[in-house]
């Protein structure tokens, strides 16, 4: 996948990675971008989140599968809210290209 270029906008990601001492935790709000950093940084950050995110579910139902969690519910929960956060990744695409596909109909 090519990089996209450079676009300034504000805003943050609904997703990000998740927190905790265990790997397991709330998915957070990526960070929003700085004066410095612009539209295609705050997406890198916010897919970087994502992709932390799925990992850390896999990481869980793997041990979840081997019997190395205690608890197999905190498996099951990081892989529905790994899902919600890809979910929403997905939408937030595909509204991107709708708007870009309307910008780009626009007459001048």
């Known amino acids: 996948m090519t990089p996209l270029p450079p676009i300034s906008a504000p805003g943050a990601m609904p997703f990000g990675p998740i927190t905790g001492a ?6 957070t709000a990526a960070p929003a971008a700085t004066a410095s950093g612009g539209f295609a940084d705050m ?7 994502l992709n932390d995110q799925l990992i850390s ?9 081997t ?3 205690a608890d197999p519910t905190v498996a099951l ?10 979910n929403t990744a997905v939408q937030v695409r595909n509204k991107m290209i709708e708007a ?9």
Do not use: Y
């Open 22 to 27: 265990d790997g397991v935790g709330s998915a």
């Open 43 to 49: 997406l890198s950050g916010a897919v970087s989140g």
């Open 57 to 65: 579910s896999e990481r869980l139902t793997e041990q979840a599968a």
């Open 67 to 69: 019997g190395g969690l």
């Open 77 to 86: 929960v990081a892989v529905e809210k790994a899902d919600l956060a890809f």
């Open 100 to 108: 870009w596909q309307e910008i780009s109909r626009m007459q001048v």
